[in-house]
């Protein structure tokens, strides 16, 4: 599957961009959380125009819509298939808004990909709840400021580890307080037979877009391993 990350500084360049990575071959765009100030700035029906165009799935990002955080999923009909909203709020997000309560996994040309935005990706028991279900790649857009860059990128690679699956990350890019720097990591096995989480994409801190692919069939026989050792257990207090 070819996914393309863009980070955009404004409308303009985000459909230029969008449409510059569906031209070559992007099967699904991901854009990042809040790179417009609201949700009225996103350009839904160009995206969805676009989509329809290129026969592509294109999540547009995640906004606050006035009551939570939510990233429309556009088929590649242009039609919008549904929301995903954040389940874990951050800091003055949870004064404004409401939580979501439940992850959001969809299907699209037999790979399935579950979505997790931004500080859910902080919270283990997301990504495993839809790693159980069948998640083959999680989508992750996200707003982290430079100063948080480097243990955000720790929690991406560890959420790759412990569940064995893909991860394709857009994080907002406008300077100087947000660098920018998507990254999309799969779980490869080496030689000796530990598995490291690999980087198969990554931006720069710049206006820019990138195609990533991956074949979750690749680590396939990981996921499955992985997935034999979940065991479910209780706590007992002595």
Known sequence: MKIGVVQPLEVKSAILLAEKALKEGAELVLLPEKWTRNIDDVPLLEFQKLAKRYTAYILPGAFEDGVSVITPIIDDS???????????????????????????????????????????IDFPEVVRELFSKG?????????????????????????????????????????????????????????????????????????????????????????????????KFTVKEL
């Not at 992850?103 to 790979?111: E, H, K, M, P, S």
């Not at 959420?159 to 990254?183: K, T």
């Open 78 to 120: 242009g039609n919008l298939k549904g929301i995903a909203k954040k389940i874990h709020l951050f800091n003055e997000e949870r004064v404004r808004l409401i939580p979501g309560n439940e992850a959001v996994l969809f299907t699209y040309r037999g790979i399935r990909f579950g979505i997790s935005i931004c500080y859910d």
């Open 135 to 231: 998640a083959e790649i999680i989508l992750v857009p996200s707003k982290i400021r430079s100063n948080g860059l480097d243990i955000w990128n720790e929690f991406l690679r560890i959420r790759v580890l412990e569940n064995r699956i893909g991860i394709v990350n857009a994080n907002v890019y406008n300077p100087p307080d947000f660098p920018g720097r998507s990254v999309a990591i799969v779980p490869e096995q080496r030689q000796d037979g530990i598995v490291i989480p690999k980087v198969v994409g990554e931006l720069g801190s710049e206006e820019s877009y990138m195609i990533v692919d991956i074949d979750p069939l690749k680590y396939m026989y990981l996921r499955g391993d992985r997935l034999k050792e979940y065991v």
